[in-house]
């Protein structure tokens, strides 16, 4: 396979990676208010993204392998409001262990890595765009 192809490929796989990591991230941040429905019931539980390197033979390189969405397992915050529905016998409402400080942070950092995979993309096409005119010449 062309080398620019290749690399046009790999980052095309952390492209994808990056999207999907701004997906959970967005779905976070959408929820970091989301108690649960009856007194003492869970809220939502933070949800994370992994990825693993992917050797693809064709490729002859390792690529961004489809990433797995977990949970994070951390506590869940405790507000003090007995008026609210999910409030258990204390007052107590548990309120969703996401961090709307360190979301914003990962979504930086996902939109930055996504960017500069299309750097490379659009590079690897000027490559190939001057390569194709110096052997017209």
């Known amino acids: 396979m062309d080398p620019i192809d290749a690399t046009m ?8 990676a990056q999207s999907m990591r701004l997906r959970v991230v967005s779905e976070n941040v959408a ?6 429905n009856a007194p003492g019931a869970d ?26 969405i977990g ?6 915050r405790l507000t003090y409001d007995p008026s609210h529905p999910a ?3 204390r007052g ?10 360190i979301e914003m942070a990962d ?4 939109s930055r ?4 995979n299309v750097t490379v993309i659009e590079q690897a096409k000027a490559m190939s765009s001057r390569t194709l005119d110096l052997l017209r010449d």
């Open 113 to 116: 890595g996504y960017e500069a």
């Open 71 to 76: 949970t994070d397992k951390s506590e869940f």
């Open 92 to 101: 107590y409402v548990k309120m969703p262990n996401v961090n709307t400080v």
């Open 43 to 68: 809220p939502y539980r933070r949800k994370t993204v992994t990825f693993q390197n992917v050797l693809d033979r064709k490729l002859g390189a390792e690529v961004v392998g489809r990433g797995k």
């Open 31 to 36: 929820n970091a208010a989301s108690t649960g």
């Open 107 to 110: 979504m930086r950092e996902a």
């Open 87 to 89: 409030a258990d016998g």
């Open 9 to 16: 490929k790999i980052a095309t796989s952390g492209m994808k």
